[in-house]
């Protein structure tokens, strides 16, 4: 069943929250929309009931969401589980509350947390209670999953398990949305990926149409790259000022609606460069362009992990661990320079 | 839809074992046994006394008890879980009255027990004390609207405590300020008008009007609280 959002559009007195739009989200696929905190926030308020639209509706199958919300789990980011009873009592309360036929001790091997079955989930780590809420989603199976930032603060175990449950269930054919801000997180678990807010929904280009813009940059990349004296510094623009960086400082560089943003020290600072110009700068220090929209340090990766057999993520050695996006293509790239084969 | 006994079971179990896990709650049932046993010990039995526990029970335990379990859904966000689920607002609260229900039963049974009260005619008693335990679980459930925590829930609580259980001192005070006669038609006072009558020999007739006037209570609680709950939830 999908999820389809027709000329959907809200403003709350005179401002826009993001005008009219058309999504279809469709079976088998994971989606996500980056956004804003308010905008999320008035998205889930919407599908929940709370709130209407201003114009438009939403769609469950071919149901109008004003006739009842019964098809659509959440997974909000406040937990919602009751603390003092165990992970096993938690799960039976939802079974039975939900009437299913779904076993608790399946969902509880899927979440891996079948050896904590009895300890309350009050004593659970953050991201341990985040798969029980998992588990709960998995006993009601919904058709339409929409999840809140559902990877924020997790720990390397726990997201693992969470993007192959997430694999499992678009192959069994549900509609998975995430509503996220954290480009990163959407770029890693999404198929598709759409950007709203109050200039309205665009969709991010994935990584498939890479290698034709390479070959519409190589004309104009000749005349560009005359430069007169060696320079090696990459210039960086900071308010009215121009800071100039050594390339062994930047961690890694990300590009986000057409700008280019250096990341060093977990501050961002904007490049008047566009990716493609920085990766031909950088690349005799040791960068790589590891996705799309990222070019990374080499010197400053600590490790490359394997999420699914075709997503994968570099986390840094910085002070914040990023985990940069390392897409499929790149991933063989990657093992070649290190000497894999 | 169906209303289903299941959920209502599983939003019961559930609460009771939410419930008897939290002993900063849960420790007040044992406050009127404690009580009406050392009332009993020392012989006073005086139709007042047992309904001072009787009282205190339905404020300490009904009221409380159901707003805290109220509250707490609030305060810890699984309130939202429960609406989104198939579960209507009639069989959550059900499951959480149910629960707070019980309690008060098993309470006053086991306190009118020690503090050996025995009525002249226990159906009639037994039919007020249950229409009573209605108005107090419908005061919880408003109480409970209106608390964001259970910590809210407990100061919410205080005034209705002391207006209920000590109730019966108001009596007392209206021989001297004649506008207090009015608390006369609180549900407690009838409760405890009722009691005395049974103890004097009344039949179910002869209480009919301390009975509708606990029904009258019933219904303004529970028109006040679906009033108070529609107007909270579209918010």
Known sequence: MSLTFVNAEKHINDTIVFPAFDLSVKAG??????????????????????????????????????????????LFL??????????????????????????????????????????????????????????????????????????????MESKKIVLLLLQQLRSEGKSIVMLTGNMESAVIAADEIYRLDDQGLHQVQLETDMEEEGMKDDVSKAADLVQPVRFEKIP????????????????????????????????????????????????????????????????????????????????????????????????AELKNMLGFK | MMFSLRRVNAIFQKDYKEFSRNMAVSSVIFMPPILAAIYGRMGIDSIESHYLIINMTFAMITAYVQCCLIAEEKEKNTLRGLMLSPATTGEILS??????????????????????????????????????????????????????????????????????????????????????????????????????????????????SQLAGIIIWVMIIWLLTVVTYRKRMVD
Request: charged share 20%.
């Open chain 1, 29 to 74: 696929c994971i989606t996500a929309i980056h956004s804003s905190v308010n905008v999320r926030a008035q998205l889930i308020d919407l599908l929940i009931g709370n709130t209407l639209l201003s114009n438009g509706n939403i769609q469950v199958g071919k149901d109008d969401i004003r006739n009842g919300i019964r098809n659509i789990g959440f």
């Open chain 1, 78 to 155: 406040e937990d919602g589980l009751y603390d003092r009873l165990s992970v096993e009592e938690m799960l039976f309360f939802y079974k039975r509350l939900y009437d299913t036929d779904l076993l608790v001790n399946e969902s509880m091997r899927k979440i891996q947390l079948d050896t904590k079955r009895k300890t309350k989930i009050g004593q659970l780590s953050y991201s341990e209670k985040k798969r029980v809420q998992f588990a709960c989603l998995l006993l009601q199976n919904p058709d339409v999953y929409l999840l809140e930032e559902f990877d924020q603060n997790l720990d």
């Open chain 1, 236 to 331: 960086t623009k900071v308010n009215e000022k121009i800071v100039l960086f050594d390339p062994p400082e930047i961690d890694y560089i990300e590009s986000n609606d057409g700008q280019s943003f250096i990341h060093i020290k977990g501050e961002s600072f904007v490049s008047p460069f566009t990716l493609k110009e920085l990766e031909e700068r950088l690349l005799p220090f040791g960068f790589f362009r590891s996705h799309r929209s990222y070019i990374v340090n080499l010197q400053k990766v600590r490790e490359v992990i394997t999420w699914t057999r075709n997503s994968f993520s570099l986390v840094l050695d910085d002070s914040e661990k990023s985990t940069i996006p390392l897409s499929k293509t790149k991933m």
């Open chain 2, 95 to 208: 499951g959480k009255s149910l629960l707070s229900f019980l309690l008060t039963g098993v309470v006053i049974v086991i306190s009118a027990f020690l503090s050996e009260y025995k009525p002249e005619n226990i159906t009639v008693v037994a039919i007020a004390i249950i229409l009573s335990s209605f108005f107090y679980i419908g005061l919880g459930t408003l109480l409970g609207l209106f608390a964001k925590s259970v910590m809210e829930a407990s100061v919410l609580v205080i005034p209705a405590m002391i207006l209920f259980s000590f109730g019966s001192f108001i009596t007392k005070l209206a021989v001297q300020y004649p506008i207090l006669k009015v608390a006369n038609y609180l549900p407690n006072i009838q409760l405890i008008e009722l009691a005395t009558e049974v103890e004097n020999g009344a039949h179910f007739g002869d209480v009919l």
